[in-house]
């Protein structure tokens, strides 16, 4: 079955612009993509959850679109065999240690086939490219270019990502909730933002600020332990 080109209706905050760097190694890898010339070798981006990966591969494909271009983006979610389109300028694949065969199969036919069209390609994973558990040639490619580690944020630079999300909002977050926050759910961006996520609606949906208490509701409403 031919893949149609993704319509990417990507988050509107996940560009380079919003993107908090916290270490060194992240800021070296945004640097690289501000001003990779496509196209050129592979970018391969490899850290845990939450370490702002998918961030900057989002960023990468939203500053494409900006330009004119049209970008692919895959992930293990896609249905499989996965095409490259005529006019796509950049190809993304998420999520590469979580392949299935298929998945690792039509990954290894995009990066032939944008090698031959010189189309960019720019992939990520939890794991670098040498320990993926992925057959060789893939893991190859996957490796051919630069190679960036990237870090979770530290205590300061998350509590600064929430704020700055928070006021964007025009969300009022206390100290005390902030504390809270951190204290009680895992500090990674991913899973604060999507918890901001809920805080909002729920918040506004009761017509309430938001303050501990109010989170204690939510959660036990969703029936989450925490």
């Not at 319509?7 to 916290?22: K, N």
């Not at 591969?57 to 049209?70: D, I, K, P, Y």
């Amino acid at each position: 079955m031919k893949q149609i080109p993704l319509a990417i209706g990507f988050d509107p905050l996940a560009t380079f612009e919003s993107f908090l760097p916290g270490s060194e190694a992240n800021l070296r890898a945004l640097e690289h993509l501000r001003r990779l010339p496509m196209p050129t070798a592979p970018v391969y981006l490899w850290g845990p959850s939450g370490s702002g990966k998918t961030h900057l591969l989002r960023g990468l494909a939203h500053a494409c679109q900006q330009a004119g271009q049209r970008v692919g983006w895959f992930d293990p979610s896609r249905p499989c065999p996965w095409e490259l389109a005529a006019d796509w300028s950049l190809v993304v694949i998420d999520r590469c240690d979580e392949l299935d065969a298929a998945g690792q199969q039509s990954a290894f036919t995009l990066f032939v086939e944008a090698a031959t069209e010189g189309v960019q390609m720019a992939c990520a994973g939890r794991l670098p490219p040498v320990d993926l558990p992925l057959r060789d040639d893939l893991r190859t490619r996957l490796g051919w270019g630069p190679v960036f580690a990237m870090q979770p944020l530290g205590e300061s630079e998350t509590r600064a990502a929430l704020r700055r999300e928070s006021d964007r909002r025009g969300i009022r977050l206390t100290d005390e909730v902030m504390d809270h926050l951190l204290t009680r759910f895992p500090r990674d961006l991913k899973h604060l933002m999507a918890l901001l996520d809920r805080l909002d609606e729920f918040s506004l949906s009761r017509s309430r600020t938001i303050t501990v208490p109010l989170v204690r509701a939510m959660l036990a409403e969703e029936g989450d332990p925490l």
